[in-house]
Each structure stands twice: as structure tokens, then as C-alpha cells.
């Protein structure tokens, strides 16, 4: 069975700097995707960043990127700049291969000004 | 911008009745996710479809859980009788047809809080 491990229950980052949040996984399938979601205090998931682990190249989104270790099994999400707007909790969520999200824990990010 | 709608938003309810929570999906896709998210822990498959077709309900508590999709757009997600241990935030996602175009991102609606008492 696929599991996912975030090992950081709660990060805490000044405004402007830099975040890394980790993420490690447990999969069998050569042909996956892995997400980090984000779910504010409202609680409406929002697709942060995906990755396809069939590239090597790590993705970027604005001020996100992924740091994609496939041999270690690990999915780090940098946050650069940090804004008060980036306070939630983060998932990482790699995908089966029917396509549905196994999540982790979970890690919540708080942004101090 | 096309979302994914749910309600009610917000349920309460006691144990023992019956309670049931509506999903659209983003129109076009084809493949539709109920999730259960405790408080405090990650979301957690309870049932997916393609179309009208269940993919994958291994997680769905049978015994009071049912969920449908008849005619492949809309779904619903029944729970009788309701019991103590259910009180979560149940989530719907939609995605275009799986592995199509090389995504499998999952599209959020805003959830259904159930409190059970």
C-alpha cells in the first residue's frame, strides 16, 4: 500500500523568507503523479504544484518548486518570499495509478509578519 | 472560473438518522472523488467514479455508506444511520478523464462539515 510521510506537523517562517516543507512516500508504481495542496483556514483545497514523476526536471510555480528525489521516494516543497497568504496546512499527495490522492498528514504553515 | 459545488455546507445532525450531501462537478469531467477528512489528519478515498461507474469504494463503509452517480454529472453520498465516529469534513474532487492529456489533477469543492451528536 502506498503511504506518504510528512514528518513536520507544524513549520513557522518570517514573512519574505524562505520554507521547505518534506515530504517522503512509499509507492510500487513507476507511472504517478505527486501534488502539494494547500488548505487554508476555509478549508477549499487548492492545488499548489504537480509534479510528473516520469520527468526529471523539478517543477516550478511562481514562488513554489519542488525538489523530486524519485530513487529516495521524496517530494520537498520550497516556498520562496513567503506571504501572509501562504498560512495553511500543505499536503503532499502522490497519486495511484486509478488516479486517486493518497495524502499525508499534513504540515501547518504559519506566516509571522 | 468553473468550480466543483457541494452541499449542504454545513450539517448537523443525531445519530442514527440519515443524512445526505450533493456534489457537481467541474462540467466535462468524467471522473468524480469522495474523500473523508478528519479533523487534523489528511483526506482519505471513500469512493470514485468514471462517468457512472464506480472505480474504487474498497474505504466505503458499506454497511451505512451508498453513494451514486446516475447519470455520470452529479452525485450524491448517503450515510444511515449516522454514527458518532462520522463527524468529518466529506470533500468532492473532480478531474478530467483519468490519465487523458497526462493529468491527474484533482479539482476541490468546499466541502461538507457533518457533526454528529
Known amino acids: 500500500a502506498q503511504t506518504v510521510t510528512q514528518s513536520q506537523p507544524e513549520m513557522s517562517v518570517q514573512e519574505a523568507e524562505t520554507v521547505t516543507l518534506s515530504c517522503t512516500y512509499d509507492t510500487s508504481e513507476s507511472d504517478y503523479y505527486l501534488f502539494w495542496y494547500k488548505q487554508p483556514p476555509s478549508r477549499q483545497m487548492i492545488l499548489v504544484i504537480r509534479?510528473?514523476?516520469?520527468?526529471?526536471q523539478n517543477a516550478t510555480e511562481n514562488r513554489f518548486s519542488v525538489n523530486f528525489q524519485k530513487a529516495a521516494k521524496s517530494f520537498s516543497l520550497k516556498i520562496s518570499d513567503s506571504q501572509l497568504g501562504d498560512a495553511a496546512m500543505y499536503f503532499c499527495a502522490p497519486s495511484s495509478n486509478t488516479g486517486k490522492l493518497i495524502f499525508g498528514q499534513g504540515t501547518t504553515l504559519q506566516v509571522k509578519p | 472560473e468553473a468550480e466543483v459545488a457541494q452541499s449542504p455546507r454545513y450539517k448537523i445532525t443525531e445519530k442514527s438518522q440519515a443524512v445526505a450531501f450533493w456534489c457537481d462537478p467541474i462540467?466535462?469531467?468524467?471522473?468524480l472523488y469522495w474523500y473523508r477528512q478528519i479533523l487534523g489528519q489528511g483526506p482519505e478515498l471513500l469512493v470514485q467514479f468514471q462517468d457512472e461507474s464506480v472505480v474504487d469504494d474498497s474505504q466505503l463503509p458499506k454497511d451505512r455508506f451508498s453513494a451514486e452517480r446516475l447519470k455520470g454529472v452529479d452525485s450524491t453520498l448517503k450515510i444511515q444511520p449516522a454514527e458518532l465516529g462520522d463527524s468529518a469534513m466529506y470533500l468532492c474532487?473532480?478531474?478530467?478523464?483519468?490519465?487523458?492529456?497526462?493529468?491527474?489533477?484533482?479539482?476541490f469543492g468546499p466541502g461538507t462539515r457533518l457533526t454528529v451528536l
Open positions: 462540467s466535462g469531467h468524467a471522473t
Open positions: 509534479q510528473e514523476a516520469y520527468k526529471q
Open positions: 474532487a473532480s478531474s478530467p478523464v483519468f490519465r487523458a492529456e497526462g493529468t491527474d489533477t484533482q479539482y
